[in-house]
């Protein structure tokens, strides 16, 4: 089982850039610390990476993840993941709760000009309240028009990340 585990890690480590790739604009930052504040409330939040305890694992590519902590207690984690849409990558972000529920996805940005509809916070918030796995698009999700590609990349990219917060929550973090 643990080996399955590694094999799905090594293949899912392709999808999700490593901390050093995942480089954001300012206004993608922006909109991050954003919705970090309002989902946990506060303004003093700290995040912190998680490795997985996994072995023959490069630091590389581990996942690029974060604990979420207010006065060195666990609220949530976050991951940040790339998708393609038709003709360009998109960045966003899955924000989970500490029970590994998700709480907000957040496009951080798109850049093209089609599928652009996915961005609409109407649409991203049937993901609240999902574990995030096993979504179907047009079935779990509503399929939107205009981004049809854009929304099945986003929903298979989710389920992708979920794979990787109950691998983090299975293997567990280690404490530097």
């Known amino acids: 089982m643990k080996l399955l585990f590694i094999i799905i890690w090594v293949v899912f480590a392709w999808y999700v850039p490593s901390e050093d790739e995942f480089q954001m604009s300012k206004p993608a930052r922006k909109k991050m610390e954003a919705a970090l504040k309002s989902v946990f409330r506060s303004q003093d939040l700290s995040l912190s990476p998680v490795i997985t305890e996994i072995t023959g694992i490069p630091a590389d590519a581990a996942p690029t993840a974060y604990e979420v902590k207010i006065d060195d207690e666990l609220k949530g984690y976050v991951l940040f993941g790339k998708a393609r849409g038709r003709t360009e990558k998109f960045d966003y972000m899955v924000i989970y709760s500490a029970d590994l ?51 099945r990349a986003l929903v298979n990219s989710i389920t992708v990340t979920c794979d990787k917060i109950k691998m983090i929550s299975t293997f567990g973090i280690p404490k530097p």
């Open 101 to 151: 529920i998700i709480e907000q996805v957040e496009i951080l940005e798109y850049r093209s000009d089609r599928g652009v509809e996915i961005t609409n916070k109407r649409w991203l918030a049937q993901f609240k309240g999902s574990d995030g796995c096993g979504l179907e698009y047009g079935k779990d999700i509503d399929a939107i028009a205009g981004a049809t590609l854009s929304g």
